[in-house]
């Protein structure tokens, strides 16, 4: 993938955020702060002085609270499809973001993933059967808390001082292009 390729000419760092893959499951606050505050004591126990800081749907909303948070850390940050606008905020969430069975798997995937891939037959069943047993879906109303009580982007974007660059997908249902008024 990227990293891999991006590993031959730099010192590359990929995290698994708290309560996201191989990371830990507990804890009461996993909001944006505490993310970036746990990316700070990363680059230090690595002795990274200044980092270009990547980050890609949740990813991008932590990757933008560390670098409003931590400017004199950030070289520069790249985010993709970021979460973290006051609209996502606004109204009933579009699809249940907690699925319970494959069959509310494959409506999140859906409406998160475009194209064929989409449609693998036995896609949502192993994608819910992950999702269980990796430990995600007990955390969901700590994620859920976390997000309601972290600083909107918009309110973030002022604090940034790092050459800033926003890659979007023009099919993205879940957070659409539209969002990206907000970057101007």
Not at 139 to 153: M, V
């Amino acid at each position: 993938g990227v990293a891999a390729a991006l590993a031959g000419t730099h010192h590359v760092l990929v995290i698994d955020m708290l309560g996201f893959g191989q990371s830990s499951k507990t804890g009461d606050d996993l909001s944006m702060s505490v993310q970036a505050a746990a990316i700070k004591a990363l680059l230090e126990s690595h002795g990274v002085a200044k980092a270009d800081i990547v980050g890609n749907s949740v990813g991008g909303w932590v990757a933008t609270t560390f670098a409003a948070t931590y400017p004199q850390l950030v070289r520069k940050l790249i985010i993709i499809d970021a979460a973290g606008f006051k609209a996502m905020f606004e109204g009933p969430p579009p699809v249940n973001f907690d699925p319970n069975n494959a069959d509310e798997m494959q409506k999140l995937i859906d409406f998160t993933i475009n194209g064929p891939v989409a449609k693998t037959p036995g896609l949502a069943q192993h994608a819910f059967d992950a999702y269980v047993s990796s430990g995600e879906k007990p955390i969901t109303a700590t994620w859920g808390k976390s997000l309601y009580a972290s600083t909107r982007l918009e309110a973030l974007f002022p604090k940034v001082k790092a050459p800033t660059l926003v890659l979007w997908g023009a099919d993205d249902k879940l957070f659409p292009s539209v969002l990206c008024s907000a970057f101007s």
